[in-house]
């Protein structure tokens, strides 16, 4: 079969989004299918690539001011017609997986796949919530999003949901689909630590927007003593010292400046060679939420894969796989006084404890998050 994905994520670079699809890449070629990739990278508009043996191409326009930007933003789906016109005209396409595209061609390639007898798949990973937003329910990504959701992806579309909010929503509209969680090739990924002194390593990877409480866990480090502080080595990537300065008094952060290690925004590939140096990653986000019910955070499975025990409290599905004192450590709730708590439990553990706990760790994402273990739902969902 062959299989065209359209996206308007950054294939190949490494956006999370770009990493899903290129792993579920990996699932429907490991199951006899070709896959093609239409993305938005920045690679040279319309040139053919190859990416790990997957021919992709961006249809993305350079442009250096705002009004360029939002004219080329608009004007995607005609360039995606004409591609899409000529793609055909050489190549035959049993089926279409989108994701994370303008709702304008969401619509038009479920006509256009209905009318041509291509079936027409969706990877669904998320659902805001109005509180992420400065105008809530009236914000403009808020509104498209719930339209694609309760409109646009219906029966007429084959659904991968990330999570099981997301597929008990599809699945009482009635549509086919299947929960495929974060996956990885986790059989890939090396998971040997590094680690350089007796300090605790924690590692916050993320640019945490709406979605990551990045806020409470520093005002959670502000709640140890200074000896406890002295004792971990925090760090965060994806974030700068300027970005978190108007979050605290000037004696706050000169507090933080001294015991956090703020490494800005960096590469993933840095990130995921950082794992090797940690005990911990941390993540804290407002469970009740929607956004939260609704995803499922990447950074959790790629600190897995790597052996990394996550210190966390439970959202999404993560109550799933993560056991307190086993996958990680459980916070009982988003707050810092909880992390804080939870800070100090971490402290009081032993070599041989932490060395367990990465042992299951790895083990839990051998056992759930490596693609393999999907391509036969995939084949399903698509025969």
């Known amino acids: 079969m062959n299989i065209l994905v359209i996206t308007y994520s ?10 899903r699809l290129l792993t579920l890449g990996e699932a429907l ?7 093609f990739f239409i993305g938005m990278g920045f690679s040279k508009y319309k040139k053919e690539m ?25 004007n995607y789906n005609k360039r995606l017609k004409r591609f899409l016109k000529v793609y055909l005209l050489h190549n035959k396409v049993d089926a279409i997986l989108i994701a994370d595209l303008p709702i304008v061609s969401v619509s038009w390639l479920k006509s ?4 041509n007898n291509i079936q027409f798949l969706a990877d669904s990973v998320e659902w805001y919530s109005p509180e992420q937003f400065k105008y809530g329910n009236l914000s403009l990504d808020m509104l498209l999003k719930n339209m694609e959701n309760k409109y646009f992806l219906d029966k007429n579309v084959k659904i991968i949901s990330i999570s099981k909010y997301l597929n008990n929503y599809f699945r009482s509209k009635g549509c086919n689909t299947i929960r495929i969680p974060v996956i990885l090739d986790v059989k890939n990924i090396p998971y040997e630590k590094i680690v350089k002194d007796n300090k605790l390593a924690i590692l916050y990877a993320g640019s945490p927007g709406k979605k990551d409480y990045l806020n409470e866990m520093l ?5 140890l003593e200074d000896e406890d502080l002295k004792r971990l080595r925090f760090t965060v990537a994806g974030v700068s010292y300027e970005q978190i300065k108007n979050w605290f008094t000037h004696e706050e952060f000169i507090r933080l400046n001294n015991y956090v290690e703020f490494l800005g925004r960096v590469d ?11 005990d911990f990653t941390v993540l804290l986000r407002a469970a009740e939420l929607r956004y939260a019910k609704a995803g499922f955070p990447t950074k959790v499975v790629e600190s897995l894969a790597t052996a990394t025990p996550v210190i966390l409290n439970l959202s999404s599905d993560l109550g799933d796989y993560i056991n307190d004192m086993q996958e990680g450590l459980i916070v009982k709730e988003c707050s810092a006084e909880e992390f804080a708590k939870t800070l100090k439990r971490a402290l009081l553990l032993k070599q041989d404890q932490k060395e367990l706990m990465r042992h299951k760790a790895r ?13 036969e739902h995939l084949s399903k ?3």
């Not at 256009?112 to 009318?115: P, R, S, V």
């Open 112 to 115: 256009f796949c209905m009318k």
């Open 268 to 278: 993933r590939t840095v990130v995921l060679n950082k794992l090797a140096e940690i």
């Open 29 to 35: 070629r490991g199951s006899g299918n070709d896959v």
């Open 363 to 375: 083990l839990c994402a051998e056992e759930n998050f490596d693609y393999r273990l999907y391509q």
């Open 10 to 19: 950054r294939i190949p670079e490494g956006d999370a989004e770009a990493v």
């Open 381 to 383: 969902l698509l025969f």
């Open 50 to 74: 190859n990416y790990k043996g997957f021919k992709y191409n961006s249809l993305r326009k350079e442009s250096k001011h705002i009004t360029q930007k939002v004219y080329y933003y608009l």
């Open 219 to 223: 005002r959670g480090l502000l709640l």
